[in-house]
Structure formats: structure tokens, C-alpha cells
């Protein structure tokens, strides 16, 4: 099998943060996916996911995996900065402006309030999207029902600071919380709370993130633009973080297809990656059949990003 090339991309965020993404395929296919991980983690964790996509699919669909910013190989902001939900919907429009065709956009967890937050503050932009796959969302702060206390505990004391004088104090409790998690990742695998990323995480964009989350409001003009999209949602029978209940009642809300996967917690698109990719799939062929591009691809495409190379895999 073939597998499509990859290019590692470079994207410039709204106030110049740089945002590190990669592309499996050439660019010139009739539909993409953009993948848009959650807290703690990077583009990594769709790994298991985009590979099983591209053994079924080849160069078929393009799928375009990126960093957060404060995450992976994405830029850190300035420390007086606040990252906002706003801040990483403008983010995602950034990808999603590049990326020419039919875009299928696939988010897990706090991802999913990223693409809600784009819905929000970039509606037409969202409105374009062919459709959306989102892998235990919420429509409000997650319940988190199994969780220690500490991570809420330690983000509600210390969110006040930012960017004040305890800011340093700040940056440690959150370093201490992300070590914590990144220990329970590597000790549980697919079934911690959360599977952390290899890179640290920006701990002022944690704090800030982890703030925006406990604020976010899902409001009706967003719900009426969040239905204009065909969507489906996937909870999971074990969700300590998110519990199915929750993801269920913001599939009702926004009118999306809902589907219930049992014996998996959290982290569904890493614990089952072949009914995860199946879905995806599923959304990829709901959208098929003829496209008018917007813009020619391929090298030329290549134009629109900072590719700064490019390798094929076999």
C-alpha cells in the first residue's frame, strides 16, 4: 500500500502566532478533513485514526492535521496574551481558509467547543463546511464526573492572576496539573482522562483554555448555525470527562445525528480507531459527487502554507 505524501505545513494565526499542521495527500483531492484536537494533547492523537483513513482511502481525501496553539509544534504566545476561545476559532479559520474543496471538519472533546466558538464568531466561514464528525463534545462546561477535584480546583484558584503578579505561581500549579495527567496518559494509554501530547503544553494557554471552557455559552444564533452543517456526534458509554448524557443533549440541541459507542471512555477516536475512521468515512461519503474548486491545488496550492517539506511513505 501507498500511503499519500505528507507535508509539514506552517500556518501564521491571526496575531502571528505560528501554527504547525501536517498534510496527508496531495492537495488536489475533492474533499479534506481537518482534524482539531482537545486539551493536553496535539496533532498526534489522530494518528492512529489518519492511518487507518489513508490505508482505506489512499490519496482519495486530504487530511490536514494541526497544532493548537500553545500545543505540540504550534508557536506559544506572548505571556501577557490571553488565549480566548475566540483566539483559537480564528485559529481554525486560518487552516480552514487554506484548504480548498470540500471540508469535513473533525474535532474530540474540547476540540468540539473550538468548533462551536468558529461557528460563533466565523458563521459564514462555518457554514461552508461540507459536514462535521465531533467525538465526545459538550454544549456547555464538561461534567467531568470521575475526575479529581484538582483539576477544577487548582484552575479556579489560580485563573484569577493571569497575567498579575502571582502569574509564576500560576505557571507552576499548571505545569504540576499537566505532569499529573501526562503521568496518568502514560500509565493508562487510551484509557487515561487524557492522552497527553509528546510536546509540553503552553501552561498559560491550559489556564486560559481551561477558563474559556468554564465561561463558554452556546448560544441560539450559534445553535441555528451549528444545525446548518449535517453533523454527527459520538459519545462514549465510559466518558469520565464528558459523560454521554451530556454529548447526547448537545446533539439534540444542534440537531445532529447521534450515535452511542460502548466500553470506551474518553479518548474514543484513540481506543477505537476503526469505528472512529468509519464515521469519518461515513461523513466523507455522505458529502461525494462533483466539485467546483475554489482555487487550483496541488503545488500551486502549496503556495497558500509555509511547506517546509515533504516526504512519501510507502
Not at 469535513?104 to 467547543?113: E, F, M, P, R, T
Not at 484552575?155 to 499548571?174: E, F, K, Q, S
Not at 509540553?200 to 486560559?208: F, G
Not at 461525494?288 to 497558500?304: I, K, Q
Request: glycine share 8%; net charge neutral; hydrophobic share 40%.
Amino acid at each position: 500500500m501507498t500511503f499519500p505524501q505528507e507535508c509539514i505545513l506552517t500556518v501564521p494565526a491571526p496575531d502571528g502566532v505560528r501554527l504547525s499542521a501536517k498534510r496527508f495527500g496531495t492537495g488536489r483531492a475533492p474533499t479534506s478533513v481537518i482534524f482539531v484536537h482537545g486539551l493536553l494533547t496535539d496533532s498526534t492523537y489522530w494518528a492512529p485514526l489518519a492511518e487507518h483513513l489513508t490505508s482505506r482511502l489512499g490519496d482519495a481525501v486530504d487530511l490536514y492535521l494541526y497544532d493548537q496553539r500553545g500545543h505540540g509544534r504550534s508557536g506559544w504566545p506572548h505571556r501577557r496574551a490571553f488565549t480566548t476561545l475566540a483566539t483559537l476559532a480564528a485559529d481554525l479559520d486560518a487552516i480552514v481558509s487554506r484548504v480548498v474543496g470540500r471540508v469535513i471538519l473533525v474535532a474530540h472533546s474540547a476540540g468540539g467547543h473550538v468548533a462551536q466558538a468558529f461557528a460563533e464568531h466565523h458563521p459564514r466561514q462555518f457554514q461552508t463546511l461540507a459536514a462535521a464528525v465531533l467525538f465526545n463534545p459538550a454544549g456547555e462546561f464538561p461534567e467531568y464526573p470521575t475526575l479529581p477535584s484538582y483539576f477544577l480546583s487548582i484552575p479556579n484558584a489560580l485563573n484569577g492572576p493571569r497575567p498579575g503578579a502571582l502569574d509564576t505561581l500560576n505557571v507552576l500549579a499548571h505545569r504540576a496539573l499537566q505532569a499529573r495527567f501526562r503521568a496518568l496518559s502514560r500509565r493508562y494509554g487510551s484509557r487515561s482522562p487524557f492522552v497527553t501530547g509528546s510536546n509540553r503544553v503552553d501552561p498559560r494557554v491550559l489556564c486560559d483554555f481551561v477558563l474559556s471552557l468554564r465561561h463558554f455559552y452556546l448560544g441560539p444564533q450559534t445553535v441555528t448555525t451549528l444545525r446548518a452543517v449535517p453533523t454527527m456526534v459520538l459519545g462514549a458509554e465510559r466518558d469520565g470527562v464528558v459523560p454521554p448524557s451530556q454529548s447526547e443533549r448537545f446533539a439534540d440541541k444542534i440537531e445532529a445525528d447521534f450515535e452511542l459507542v460502548t466500553g470506551v471512555g474518553h479518548s474514543l477516536p484513540r481506543a477505537d480507531p476503526v469505528l472512529s475512521a468509519a464515521a469519518v468515512e461515513s461523513a466523507i461519503v455522505r458529502v461525494g459527487g462533483p466539485l467546483v474548486r475554489v482555487t487550483s491545488a496541488g503545488a500551486e496550492n502549496d503556495a497558500l502554507w509555509g511547506v517546509h517539506g515533504a516526504e512519501t511513505e510507502g
